[in-house]
């Protein structure tokens, strides 16, 4: 079943009244129950953006977002079925609310069972998520960001949602505690059949979490499909480059990589054709004039004109 749908979804900003600021710009996916798609690309390529956009806090300039198979233009209460998780786990809890409160709160705005039936269900959220029943009565700044995402994510389940949006949910934590709060986030997956639409800009994050990818460029899909064949065996050019920041064990998945060069171009105004080609090793003439269009190559979807070429060719 798709619990979470985008078709086309597009959001322009004007920028100083003259320029247009394409942040998504045509992004499609359908994410199965219990399943998570991670979104990836370099900071700047429109993933926040994504993340709003299918959390229903903004609405897209074009195309639909769809939760639970229904469309969700003339229905916010929708907005239940996808909860969020933000980067910063000392910016996105209310200081002045202990973490009880702040689990009860989302039950309460919602009309949900009675005070004592609110008050057990955020208790066995917090044991769920692996915090003592004392953080009940406690405050967020006691706590370490590992932990307060903890309770973000206890919070983002209260109203049992079939799908969080979960914006870089790691980046701001120590790596040490990294892999504990991933961890948790796939058990709980396990335990409750949620689906994650997990943003990251860390590949080796996104291979740990995520059955499906979409790599992003400038507001554009690149490359999206299976892990396996995305991650595995990457198409796109740009999926190449940023894979050749991960370290592999593995020679043959190496040799699928390249350097990363040059830096990702304004958004405002990124270069005509595809947006990639200032950066891309293969671009050729007709790259700087001929946008490329999403299409199948090889069980995933790739935008590039010469995917084909680079599947068969020896990776540089
Ligand atoms: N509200 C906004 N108004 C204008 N520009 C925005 C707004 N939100 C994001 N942008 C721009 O859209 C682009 C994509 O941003 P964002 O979605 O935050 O990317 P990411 O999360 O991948 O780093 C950036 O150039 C950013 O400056
Ligand atoms: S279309 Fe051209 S510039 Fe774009 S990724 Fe493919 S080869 Fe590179
Ligand atoms: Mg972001």
């Not at 790691?170 to 504990?180: E, T």
């Not at 059955?211 to 490359?223: F, K, S």
């Not at 595809?274 to 700087?288: E, L, S």
């Amino acid at each position: 079943m798709s619990v979470l749908a985008a078709d086309n979804v597009t959001r322009h900003y004007k920028i100083g009244g003259r320029h247009v600021l394409k942040a998504v710009d045509g992004v499609s996916f359908e994410l199965l129950a219990g399943r998570t798609l991670a979104v990836v690309g370099e900071s700047g390529c429109g993933k926040s953006t994504l993340a709003r956009l299918c959390a229903l806090m903004e609405p897209p300039t074009a195309g639909a977002i769809s939760i639970a198979g229904k469309p969700t233009a003339a229905n916010q209460s929708l907005q239940l079925q996808n909860q969020m998780v933000f980067q910063n786990p000392y910016g996105s809890l209310n200081p002045r609310r202990t973490i009880g409160a702040i689990l009860v709160e989302p039950l309460t705005i919602n009309n949900r069972g009675s005070k004592p039936e609110r008050i057990a269900a955020a208790r066995r959220m917090l044991d769920r998520v692996g915090l003592r029943p004392e953080a009940f009565d406690r405050y967020p700044h006691m706590f370490s960001g590992g932990q307060r995402q903890r309770v973000a994510i206890a919070r983002a389940l209260m109203l049992s949602p079939a799908v969080v949006t979960a914006d870089e949910p790691v980046s701001a934590l120590d790596v040490s505690v990294q892999a504990q709060v991933l961890n948790l986030m796939r058990d709980l997956q396990d335990e409750l059949g949620i689906a994650y639409l997990f943003i990251s800009h860390d590949i080796s994050v996104v291979r740990h979490m995520a059955q499906d990818v979409l790599v992003m460029y400038c507001g554009r899909p690149a490359e999206q499909g299976l892990r396996g064949e995305v991650l595995d065996r990457p198409l796109h050019p740009y999926t190449r480059m940023l894979l050749s920041s991960t370290p592999f064990v593995d020679p043959a998945r190496r040799r699928m990589t390249m350097p990363v060069r040059g830096e990702l171009p304004s958004p405002i105004d990124p270069p005509p054709g595809c947006a990639f080609n200032t950066r891309c090793p293969y671009a050729a003439d007709r790259c700087t004039v001929e946008r490329p269009a999403l299409r199948s190559v090889e069980s995933r979807l790739v935008a590039c004109h010469f995917a084909e070429k680079i599947a068969t060719e020896a990776p540089i």
